[in-house]
């Protein structure tokens, strides 16, 4: 077991968003979680990376309680978020953002190789890596959130709806590249509303309904599941 | 033209006081949306060190007494953000009590000062006194020139900084999106103290310029030039580096103008009057952009 989430609460002031999540993540998988709007999915995801403060409940990541650690050392650790609408830097060149994403990288070999890697994936970047990252269409932004995280060289890439606003072409492609991504040795985490296509690709996945996990299973007996059909796959 | 040409190096020179104490309202600004007040104690407190340091351990050493101080107030910068404003930053408390609490330490800073320094004028240690440069037949005092060059280096490092070296880079990544400096794993309360020691070592420049410049050191000086270097952060657009650069220049060359050309007694009004005017055709200053509201 790589990452283990035991009864995981959060909270927004007095508002539960998460009420006792669980559960596990293996080594190589693509896991996901599918949900509504407001099902606590983005919470979830923050509260992983560190930037939302659970009230109760264990994050156990190789072993180690991380659930205290600042979002910096769980960075350092290999557990890195690409966050919902992406939070690129708008000011910054291509570049700059991909040099953010390695903030945590010492070794300048390691920072030049990643780049060359995240180029190699994400080819229509690389033309563009003088150019503002304020100034790139929305699947080139979402592309460059991933390639940033990717920077940090992860062991597990976290990833909150990364095919918003995407055009089906797009979407497709991300997918595709998630599960390449996945192929070279990360670990992918992924949250989505397009339970479709982001089942299909999943090893396993887990339904958050309400701040709670009411339902998981592989991915193709989620897909094939009629509750999940009915409310998550437009069935 | 020659009165003209003196007129406008003693705009530049005190525009330059100015430009130094605004870049450090308008990073922090341009980092925490907070108005650091503590700043023109920093300028005052800063002046006072330098006097102190000279007048005893580093007598007659300039260029040491000089380090040392920019050492402490980088120091006191740092000190100030870690235990007045991140506690209450960390705890996610409104930006207003940030402000209050920056408004305490801006009091504190001023009582001890005028607790140890006292409150009478003292003479300040000047460089090259009664040397003067003849500038296409106008004479201007040699510090004015040196605090005109010393200021251009430090606004030509910062930019270097700030475009090439990652903790500059890390800077400017913070003023963008404070989020995601923390998940991509930056050591943001590190980042945001170093903006606090970067400010404050700007108003110590300036403080010193400015008592250099004078001659002369009294605890007033502060809220003198504090007031104004607000002034021309807003003018040029808070939270625009340039923008506080830029508006510390026209604010001094204005001021400079009025006292040359017309009285020193219409210098205030001209000036605050122009603030308002600008601010009145554009709120968000000169290059000031309107609030882009995060979603
Ligand atoms: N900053 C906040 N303050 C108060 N409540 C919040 C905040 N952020 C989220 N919530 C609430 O917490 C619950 C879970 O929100 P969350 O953003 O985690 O949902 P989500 O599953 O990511 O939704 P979506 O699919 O729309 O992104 C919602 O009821 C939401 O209103
Ligand atoms: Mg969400």
């Not at chain 1, 693509?30 to 709007?37: E, K, Q, T, V, Y």
């Not at chain 1, 992918?188 to 958050?208: D, G, H, K, P, T």
């Not at chain 2, 913070?174 to 903006?195: D, E, K, R, W, Y």
């Not at chain 2, 607000?230 to 808070?238: D, Q, R, S």
């Amino acid at each position: 077991m790589l990452l283990q989430v035991k009864d995981l609460h959060t909270y927004y002031g007095n508002i539960k968003a998460l009420r006792g999540v669980s559960f596990y993540v293996d080594e190589g998988e693509i896991l996901s979680f599918i949900g509504a709007n407001g099902a606590g999915k983005s919470t979830l995801m923050n509260t992983l990376a560190g930037t939302l403060k659970p009230k109760q409940g264990e994050i156990i990541f190789q072993g180690e309680d991380i659930t205290k650690m600042s979002p910096r050392d769980r960075v350092q650790k290999g557990f890195i978020l690409c966050p919902e609408g992406r939070q690129i830097f708008p000011k910054f060149t291509v570049e700059e953002n991909l040099l953010m994403g390695a903030y945590t990288v010492k070794d300048k070999n390691l920072i030049k190789q990643n780049y060359n890697k995240v180029f190699e994936l994400f080819p229509q970047i690389k033309d563009r890596q003088k150019q503002l990252a304020g100034t790139l269409s929305g699947g080139e932004q979402q592309m460059l959130a991933i390639s940033r995280a990717l920077m940090s060289n992860p062991h597990i890439l976290m990833l909150d709806e990364p095919s918003l606003g995407l055009s089906p072409i797009l979407v497709e492609q991300i997918f595709s590249l998630i599960e390449e991504i996945n192929k070279q040795g990360t670990t992918i985490l992924l949250v989505e509303q397009n339970a479709m296509a982001a089942l299909e690709i999943s090893n396993r996945a887990y339904v958050l309904e309400t701040g709670e996990i009411s339902m998981t299973g592989t991915g193709k007996e989620l897909l094939e599941n009629e509750m999940v059909i009915k409310s998550y796959l437009g069935g | 033209m020659a009165k003209f040409l003196q007129i406008l190096v003693n705009g530049i020179s005190l525009g330059s006081i100015y430009a130094l104490t605004a870049i450090g309202y308008s990073l922090i600004y341009s980092i925490l949306q907070l108005i650091n007040m503590s700043n023109a104690a920093v300028f005052l407190t800063s002046a006072v060190i330098f006097y102190a340091l000279y007048s005893s351990i580093t007598a007659g050493q300039v260029a040491l007494t000089f380090i040392l101080t920019l050492i402490a107030a980088g120091a006191l910068g740092y000190i100030i953000e870690l235990v007045a404003i991140r506690p209450i930053r960390e705890k996610g408390d409104s930006n207003t009590y940030a402000l209050i609490s920056s408004i305490g330490v801006k009091t504190i800073l001023e009582q001890i000062c005028q607790g140890t320094f006292g409150s009478e004028i003292k003479p300040f240690p000047t460089l090259l006194a009664g040397k003067y440069i003849d500038l296409f037949g106008a004479r201007t005092s040699a510090i004015q020139i040196i605090i005109i060059v010393v200021t251009l280096v430090i606004l030509f490092v910062m930019n270097w900084y700030t475009q090439h070296n990652r903790v500059g880079r890390g800077l400017r990544a913070l003023s963008q999106n404070l989020n995601a400096c923390h998940l991509m794993g930056m050591p943001v309360n590190t980042l945001i103290g170093v903006s606090f020691a970067v400010g404050s070592i700007l108003a110590a420049v300036s403080g010193v310029a400015y008592c250099m410049y004078l001659s002369s050191i009294s605890i007033s000086v502060g809220a003198a030039i504090g007031n104004k270097a607000f002034a021309a952060t807003v003018l040029g657009g808070i939270g625009v580096l340039k923008g506080a650069v830029v508006g510390g220049y026209i604010l001094a060359v204005i001021e400079s103008f009025v006292a040359g050309y017309w009285s020193m007694s219409a210098m205030n009004f001209v000036s605050f009057s122009v603030i308002i005017i600008v601010l009145i055709i554009k709120p968000t200053g000169i290059f000031g952009k309107k609030e882009q509201h995060k979603v």
